[in-house]
């Protein structure tokens, strides 16, 4: 249940964040972006799904990303989203940070029939599985089993 993530170390006296330029081309930041930031305020849902699957993201079949939805920018390619799942308002999926000494990245993925209630925040390297509800103003810092029901900060079962 642990969050997997890949550790990158960069050498130098300053925080990880001060050298973000080599955890990812800047074209490709921008490019990301520019997609990324159209889609969040996208009223289209199908056009949302194109422009975020131009991004590298794997996006299911009838998924519906809310308005104002942020996905991470620096690896967008790492975040999966399944059939018929819905993500609500405001949320944020990240497949990245940024630490002091290091740069942590992992995969996001969101299983099939999945509901995330409004202004959520999911960390790098969870799962959660399909089915599963997350109750809205919530950090999902775990991975989701499959029909459970979550909420809170951080989160925990509920029910």
């Not at 996006?59 to 018929?84: M, W």
């Amino acid at each position: 249940m642990m969050r997997k993530l890949k550790k990158i170390r960069f050498h130098g006296s300053k925080n990880s964040l001060n050298y973000w330029h080599k955890a990812k081309n800047p074209l490709i930041l921008i490019y990301n972006f520019i997609l990324i930031y159209i889609a969040k305020y996208m009223p289209s849902l199908r056009l949302k799904r194109i422009l975020y699957a131009m991004t590298g993201m794997k996006i299911g079949k009838d998924a519906a990303i809310g308005l104002g939805v942020t996905f991470d920018i620096f690896f967008p390619e790492l975040i999966e989203i399944g059939d018929n799942t819905i993500i609500g308002f405001n949320s944020t999926i990240l497949t990245h940070e940024f630490l002091q000494e290091e740069l942590r990245v992992g995969r996001v993925k969101i299983g099939k029939n999945v509901m995330i209630g409004a202004n959520t925040t999911v960390l790098p390297g969870v799962e959660i599985m399909d089915n599963a509800r997350i109750s809205a103003m919530s950090l999902v810092n775990r991975d989701v089993k499959k029909n459970e029901f979550v909420g809170g900060v951080p989160i925990r079962k509920i029910g």
